[in-house]
C-alpha cells in the first residue's frame, strides 16, 4: 500500500516562499512520476507541475518561472519549491504518485 505524506503548507504573504514536500512509502518510487496538484475553492483540481522518472518536468502557464518541481529518488521524495507567491495560488496542495495514488493535501494560503 502506498501513502503519500505532504508537509510545508502555510500561511505566507505575497511575494513570499515556501517549499511542499511529498513522501512517499512503499518501493519503486523511482519509476514513477509524480505530479503537484492544487485546488481552490469552488474550482477543479488542477496540475501544477509535474515530474517524470527521467526528470523530464512541465508546468502550468500560471506557474512558470515561479515554482519549480524536484525529486531526490534515494528519499522517495518530491518537492515543490514555490517562489513569488500570488494570492490567487491559495488553495489545496496535493502531490500524485503515477495515476492512482494520492496525498491527504497541504493548505497554501497566500495573503497580506
Known amino acids: 500500500q502506498v501513502q503519500l505524506v505532504e508537509s510545508g503548507g502555510g500561511l505566507v504573504q505575497p511575494g513570499g516562499s515556501l517549499r511542499l514536500s511529498c513522501a512517499a512509502s512503499g518501493r519503486f518510487f523511482s519509476l514513477y512520476t509524480m505530479g503537484w496538484y492544487r485546488q481552490a475553492p469552488g474550482k477543479q483540481r488542477e496540475l501544477v507541475a509535474r515530474?517524470?522518472?527521467?526528470?523530464?518536468?512541465n508546468y502550468a502557464d500560471s506557474v512558470k518561472g515561479r515554482f519549480t518541481i524536484s525529486r531526490d529518488n534515494a528519499k522517495n521524495t518530491v518537492y515543490l519549491q514555490m517562489n513569488s507567491l500570488k494570492p490567487e495560488d491559495t488553495a489545496v496542495y496535493y502531490c500524485?504518485?503515477?495515476?492512482?495514488?494520492w496525498g491527504q493535501g497541504t493548505q497554501v494560503t497566500v495573503s497580506s
Open positions: 500524485k504518485l503515477g495515476a492512482t495514488y
Open positions: 515530474i517524470s522518472s527521467g526528470g523530464d518536468t
